[in-house]
């Protein structure tokens, strides 16, 4: 349909050819991911406003399936002749002025006060409590093998990067703290103390601060400088723009305000060839199920998070072994839900216990990337063992 019409409006004059051009393009956006496949809205500027949008970037598939429908229906009567295309400047101007109230709805909804927003971040505690209060039993020994109650340490302590974060401006600290009282999670004075002192303490995650490491390391994994943000496929995947990703775009919380004057900006912890070579090799083979890459490839924040959390690590003489296993235990803090699939498939396909389970094979892209995690959902229904996983995990905002 789309050849058909654009040659028979080529035809006709220049303006109306654009007017089809630009409303087909647009009405695209309704495709995908709403955060991640909105592949057309950074040439609006408007791609870190998804993270910000009250019900996560959803509205911009309603409002452009709405916009594919009215495309669909005007230009299906011209290519079957129903009617004439009309020469006059309302109808040319028509779509012009819809693609307009669109982009204005879109700038609009960030302003949404946040009672009417929907959650997207503070999920993994009430999923812990609903599966406590769900009185199934096998359900909730899993969950607390995969967010196990009393936290899981890695072999890394914060040292001073909150500090220096706040320092070069990655992180606002009064927009920081404002973040997270409209959650209802205050930041606790352990927390600010880690954000203003630092600490030499061991970083555990727990159900209570999974939401605030995975913003607090977002913010490192964007600043710290790396091979991997400078040479690596946030590059080459972007053509030398990597401020159109969740990950860079998304982070609104800086002192500046524009993301990307703090992106790879300093060596907040350094690294040898030997350390960044073990960062890359063990971020290639880890995957989350929020898309398909790995955590090579950070273009949304749980990618990025993880990326901090695997420098800060390389850089305290952590082996290859600890970063896979604090990977796979930060990743199912992040996404409970899909970590409960996959724990339950090596559960009831190889009889393995999710403490037993290899944490690469765990992260694979097999099991643990999107496509993974849907051939896991489609194996736990199709052979009939498919539990009711708790609800969580985070999305791709702050």
Known sequence: MLFSIIEEKKNVSKGSFIQTLGSLLFSAAATGCSVCSAFLLPALGIAASL?????????????????????????????NGLCEISKKIFPQLKSFILLLLFIVIIYSLPKVPPQFRIRMQNETVSANQQVKNSGQTQNTVLFNQINPPEGYEINASFGDIGPQMIDMGVIDLDKFKMTYDKSGQSLTKEQLSILTKGSNQKIKITPENSYFLLNFFWAFGLA????????????????GQPG???????????????SMQYYAKRALVSLTADQEKLVYDVASNVYRPCCGNSTA???CNHGMALLGIYELM????????QMYQAGKYMNSFW?????FDAALYFKSKYGQE??????????SKDIFSAFGAQSVKTYLVEKGIQEKPPAGGGGCGV
């Open 354 to 363: 999710f403490k037993d389970i290899d944490p690469k094979a765990f992260l």
């Open 224 to 239: 710290n400088k790396s091979k991997l943000l400078t040479e690596g496929d946030m590059i080459t995947q972007s053509n």
């Open 51 to 79: 993270t910000a949008l009250p019900f996560g970037g959803l509205e911009i598939k309603a409002l452009s399936i709405l916009l594919l429908i009215y495309a669909i229906y005007e230009y299906a009567k011209s290519a």
């Open 335 to 339: 996404f409970p839900s899909n970590a």
């Open 297 to 299: 490839f950070p273009d």
């Open 314 to 321: 390389a850089s305290q003489g952590a082996t290859q072994s």
């Open 244 to 258: 159109t990703f969740a990950s860079t775009g998304g982070w609104t919380l800086t002192k500046s305000g524009d």
